[in-house]
């Protein structure tokens, strides 16, 4: 078995980057097709829980075209549909409900730990006390703890999902084992992603301010964090798992498939 030190996770990072070099133009076309399908369907009653529903099948699209780019090919706005396709969807589909009910779950910490506080926040959105919003900073610090560390728990059970066709159970149990057995790295690239969007926000903050603009930029370095975070992703599957299998290649109803992953080196 592999002892995975935590300069591998900075070599995740710096793989992400390098496939991110080979297609930004087409990685980020794929990503604003599955933002601006996530807006639509915010227009949709219900459509908060949906998008968070898809999350998982909008992760999927971003792996399939990180796997485009690692092969050579193009990036094509088409690999959005690559998660909504059978026998995929329904497993993907499940793992978007688990995270809909962490979701739900760190908000639950956020009403205990704050009691009324939140309530009388928001009966007044317009006139919050400084004071009062100060006590929110503590459970909404614990909540985002909690979903930020079940989302790296799982990070790898989506593309386990498409990739190696696994159920849902199957795929959470490799991911948070492979995890655990590479905490080092992936706690390392994670904080590597974090500080490189800390301090170019922080540099454009400086240059521009609270401005539109400054604002703006701001925005825009999120948007490329989250598709580097996703190559990164990418990087860490291809090492942790093997490299992913060719979808085109594979039967639409995949038969005689291994229905479990190769265990990380």
Known sequence: MTNYTARTGLHWVKQGLLLFRKQPGGLMALFFCCLFLSMFILLIPGGQLAVFVLMPLFSVALLAGCQQ???GQRVLPNLLLSGFRK???GPLLGLGALNVGVLLGAAAVIYLLSGDTLLRIAEHPDKIDPALAQTMVVPM???SAIYTI??????FAAPLVYWQKLTVGKALFFSVVSVV????PVFVATVALHLMYFVSSNIVALLFGTSPLGMACIFSLLLLLIVL???T?????RELFDQPQEQAAVDPDYPDQPDQPAPPA
């Open 141 to 143: 610090l614990i909540a």
């Open 150 to 155: 079940s989302w790296v728990l799982t990070c």
């Open 229 to 231: 975070a996703h190559c």
């Open 233 to 237: 992703l990418y990087a860490a599957y």
């Open 69 to 71: 780019a690692d092969q």
């Open 87 to 89: 026998p995929g969807r």
């Open 181 to 184: 057995r590479a905490f080092k």
